[in-house]
Every structure is written in C-alpha cells, then in structure tokens.
C-alpha cells in the first residue's frame, strides 16, 4: 500500500504543477506542452485507480490526437499572448483571495470529513482476470445505450457546427477538381483534332488601318 | 439483457426530429441554391410529425425506460408538445430573414433541430447523465446559430461569450452533479431521491452539489447574478438566432430545474428554496430596473427576459403541486410571448435592415395594423395585462408563493412588475401614438407568416380568456406523482 500511495502523490503533485505551469507561462507552446504533462499524470492516477482503460485512452485521444492538433493550431496562429495578459497582474489579487477561499471550501466539503476512508473503504483490487474493457463495453452497450446515442449526435452537430462556421466556397478560387481530371477519356477529351483550310498570308497593309479593323 | 424493441416507442418524437435533420442534412447536398425552401418544408413536416407522435405515445401511467434514462410522464408528453409547437413558429418566422440575406441554407434547419432534439431529450431525462447531454445537445447547437452570420463581428463576439460562459455554466452543472453522485452513490434521479431521504438533512456534500446545481441552472435561465451573458448575447446574435434561444429553451431549463430540484432532491427543499429566493428576487429587480433604460429592443427584451426568469422561480421555490404547475404554465407561456415578440422584429427587418432599436416600431399601426394589433398583445401579456395570459400566469405564481405564506416576497413580485409595465407600455405607445419614419416601406410578409403571428398572437388573447385548458393540462402533469 505505501508505495501505491507514494505514487499517487507523486502524480497528483505533477498533475497540480503542470496544470499552474499551463496557466502561468508566457510562451503558448509550453502552456500546451504542460497541458500534456497533465494529461499524462492524470491518466497514471487513472490507471492507479484500476480504471486501465480510461488511462490510456486519455492518452491516445488526448495525448496522441487532441494535443498535436491544438499545439498545430497554437504554432500557426500567431496569438498575441501579451493581448491576453494585460490585466492578468490587476486582476490577480482578487483572483488568489477568491481562488483561496473557494479551496479551502472545497477541500472542507471533499476533504476526509466526508470522503474519508471511514464513509468510503477502499475497494478489494480487482483480480487479473478482471477484463476493464469488456465491463465497460457491456455497460455502455446496455445501460447506457441511450446516452451513448445521444452522445453520437452531439458530435455530429460538433462536426456541422465546424463545417458551417469555417467552410467558405470562393467562386473565384482556380483549385483543380480530381474528380474531373481523372474522368478524362483517353481519346477526343485530351486532344481535339480540328480541320481547318491552311492560311494563306496576308499581305501587311497599313498597321493603323489594321488596328482599326480589330476593333 | 435481450433488447426490446418496445423501448424505442416512447422516443419516437425524438427518433422523428433525428430523422428529419439527417433528411434535411442529405437533401441539402442536391438542392440548387433557389430550391432551398425545400428544406424549410421538410423540417416542419417532420415537427409536424413529431407533434402526433407526442401526442399518439403520450398519456397513461407514469412510465421508466432505457434501464431509467428516460422517462415518459405528463411532464415530457406537455413540455415535448410545447417545445415542438413554439419551434415550428420560430422557423416560420425565421425564413424570410433567411432569405433576405442568403443564409437559406440547411445548416440552419439541421441545427434547429438538433437543439429541438437536444430539449426533447431534456425534459424526458431520468438521469443527471442524461439531463446533461440533452443540456450539452441543444448548447451546442445554440452556439453554433448564434454564430450562423459568419461576417457579422457582433455575431461572432457574442457566440463567443455564449460559449465560455456556457461551457462554465455546464461544468459547474457537471460538478454539482459529481457531488451529488458522491453523495448518493447514483445519478438516476428515482435512486437519488431515495438515497438522499435515507440519509437525512444533514448532509453538507448534497448542499454543497446543490449549490452548483443551481448556478447551473441559474445560468442555462440567465437569472440574476449568473445573467451577464444574456443582453449581449441577445443584442449581438442574428435575430432568428435569439428567436431560437429565447424561446423554447426556457421550457427545457424549466424541464431541467424540475428533473434536478424537485424529482432528483425533493427532502432538501428548504435547502434549495433559499437559493432561489435570492436569484427570483435579484432577477426581477434588476431585469425590469435595467429594461427601462434600454433603446435597443433587443437588449430590452433580454432584460425582460431575465425578470420573467424570476417569475418562474416563484413557483418552482414555492414546492408545491400548484406552484409547480403554476411555473410550467409560466414557462410555456413565456416562450409563446418571446417567440412572437422577436417574430415581429423578424417581420419589421428587411433586406440590409434589421428592426433592433425601439425607434423602429415607431407607427407600426400606420404600417400594418394587423400586425401593430398582435405586438401590443405580445406586450400586453408581457406587462401581465388582463385579460391577456400574461396575467394569469402571474397570478397563478404569486398565488402559489402566497400560499406558503411568503407575502413580502409575492409584493416585491408585484413591485417590480409594475415597474417593468412601464416599458413594456412604451412600446405600444411607440407603435400607436408616433409617426413612422419617413423611409419606412410597407411590411411584406408571406402568407404563412401572417398565418403564425396571428395564430400566436391570438392564442395569448384566447389562454387569457381561456386559461383552464392549458392550465388543467399542468395540474395534471404534477398531480399524478
């Protein structure tokens, strides 16, 4: 038991410094990059709590997909973090006083006197052949059939919603359709053979008559 | 388990709407740019639709689905009927905005009714799991129609703040929720009851998840002080935008206050009236104090819009039968009124021109005096005017807080009301005692428009006289339990 506890101190700390570090730093990239750190320490104390399935999912979603795309996101766009700050010191003090008494708040509500040991004894682990997965799958599939559903077209609004507010068709743009290009025919739609009656020249009249006759 | 079939009859209102928005979102594809109209038709086809199907599933015993997820009783089969009802007027009067400027397109509709999904699922949740992803459903979408202009700098502003705050307001819902299910060990709301009578008063985790409860809820009302995010948002959404979330999610945070308060913690009452004492009070009083100073009718209406909010917490604090079905009526009423008040705005904008301050009704009467005659009922059953409904719906809160023997707080009620009459009036004067502006065109409006406003306006006048249909429909909703 002791060493599991240390290790949970040891990932919640983490957890705690990276999320201040997050909010704390001046450079975007680092912000994100603690984001990650986060992450990572959050899901060991997952799977410490022998939920091994949401640990490493947290990972590869989280970790793996959201974050490279949102560190994308903040290398590409230039945010003017300094635009951001201003204020951050003003407003600072209030916020601690606040950010204090709602903690000490917190930890009195959440803290051992209701959530000890003695209102929730810790749980026998579960034995190795306990699968995570399988359990989780079958309640999800079962119990939770309807907020699963409903989960799914909450991410296809996310999808239209994103679509809607970003997709911009612009008449006037020279993208090349692959579609067309790879319906062209081998025979008349690459080369078009044309008859014509062979030219014969014109004698050069005067080139201010010519203009004239362009016209 | 084996799964049946039988389950899925009580959400065919919901499979309905799910339907008709993938429809429109296919159709959509193939539609030239002229023939956009046809996806106006299929989604009140399919509200259409979902309105029998409300009514053909609706009824009977109090009835638990989907392993308690979802419930069917008179609550949902009324609230879902209301809810579907006021969204059909509001596409109805959205369209020609639409139209006007180029924005007739199906993303609108496929996302109106995800939010008319997302409400649905709300008032027939069973579970807090279930109440938050309905909430989540229809936020989303809402976000995403207030920033439908994607040129307009305000539109994008004020979806922005809509969401921040919103996402606040949902994650202290959410952790309320934590708490609550630390508490009790559930989050369907039956068990939950229980749990939380077995254990007694005494318990300091439930308050402290009801305070956050609250906030949350306080926030999806804009009651006061969770309101910051209301009058921007309305000023700065496009007009059918603030139609659509102005209206039918008022009866869906009612449904939400309901499920949560008064079926999920109904032994801590006392606890959670005192909250709500103090939110109805600071919402009516700075809602109807700030109106008055308001040009902007927009702005003016989400003022209104957050007294009116305090209203409805009369009844939900008073903790009986009668003040619940006095607030549900409230709710349902309200939602009527918005919708035909932002449906006027709609009917006096135009192409280039949008109808947002107060000056802009000036000589409504002169314009069209049909329509002149359906916005002075709007605002007369705001003000809470006899013989309109407005004031049935007041009186009946105010009954069911006097009755609990809470006087100070039915006079502050009344106080504030009649402060809030003032600009409400101001509104008919403007539309029956000023001259119109020189440059203002005659109103053309479609037929089906016409149809809707004077439908909606009509009903407020009827209700009033008339309020024993509605109101006996709420009673009984409550009553069975």
Known sequence: MGFEKFLFYLFALITLWAAGMVVSRRNPVHAVLFLVLAF?????????????????VLILVYVGAVMVLFLFVVMMLDVDIAALRAGFIDYLPLGLLIAGIMAIEIFLIVGPANFGLHAFPAPAPAGTDLN???????????????PVEIASVILLVAIIAAIRLTLRRRPDNKYVDPARQVRVKKGPDRIRLVKMASETPVPVVAPALEKESDE | MPFDAANLV???PEIAILITASVVLIVDLYLKDQDKGLNHSLSLIGLVIAIALTGAVGGGERQIFFDGNLVRDGISDLLKGAILVVSILAFIYARPWLKDRGMLVGEFYVLGLFAVLGMLVM?????FLTLYLGLELQALSLYALVAFDRDSKKGAEAAMKYFVLGALGSGLLLYGISMIYGATGSIELGPVAQAVAAQGIANKVLVFGIVFLVIGIGFKFGAVPFHMWVPDIYEGAPTPAVLFLGSAPKIAAFALAIRMLVEGLPSLHADWQGMLIILAVLSMGLGNLVAIAQTNIKRMLAYSAIGHAGFIFLGLLAGSQQGYAAAMFYAIVYAVMSAGAFGILLILSRKGFDAENLEDLKGLNDRDSWYAAMMTLVMFSMAGVPPTVGFMAKLLVLESVVRIDLVWLALVAVAFSIIGAFYYLRVIKFIYFDRPAPDAPILVTSGGVRIAMTANGLALLALGLFPAALLSLCQAAFAVQ
């Open chain 1, 40 to 56: 990572v320490s959050s899901a060991a104390l997952w799977i410490l709590m022998e939920a091994e399935f949401l640990g490493i």
């Open chain 1, 132 to 146: 995570n997965t399988r359990e989780l799958g079958l309640l999800l599939y079962t119990v939770y059939v309807y």
């Open chain 2, 10 to 12: 009580p959400i065919l």
């Open chain 2, 123 to 127: 008032v027939s949740a069973n579970s």
